[in-house]
């Protein structure tokens, strides 16, 4: 069986690190692509991390994942809250879907409460920082398991 996990992050997440630090740490993406890379060894799981500032490119990359990806992790950052499209393109998807956010978005601004993706995620994660993803990684093994 495939074990390929799409780790796809949304717009401005290629300033992670730089990016108001105070809301979303000093870890860059890179940072996050090697904790997943390793703890994925160590899981049995290969991970591939994208980045793009552009939704559809995400969508390309959850059309791709149909067939190159066992599951997803998604940050979609601000299209988590706009984007019907990415939803859409999840639900064309059959594994398993985590949504990450670094920062807890309940804690934020009411226009942050509300997600597309969690229609189709099949867990939430948001506030334990870019944590996040590895303890997504680390979810995705078991439901694959
Ligand atoms: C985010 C939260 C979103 O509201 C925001 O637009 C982001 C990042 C997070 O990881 O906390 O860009 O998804």
Known sequence: MNRRIY???GPNLNLLGKRQPEIYGHDTLADVERDCAALGAELGLETALFQSNHEGDI?????????????IIINPAAYTHTSV??????NAFDGP?????????HKRESFRHHSYV????DGVIAGFGVQGYTLALRRMATLLA
């Open 7 to 9: 780790i796809l992050n």
């Open 118 to 121: 969690s229609l189709r995620a």
């Open 59 to 71: 969508i390309d990359r959850i059309h791709e994942a149909r067939d190159q990806a066992a599951g």
């Open 97 to 105: 879907v985590l949504e990450v956010h670094i920062s807890n978005v």
């Open 85 to 90: 499209a990415i939803l859409d393109a999840l």
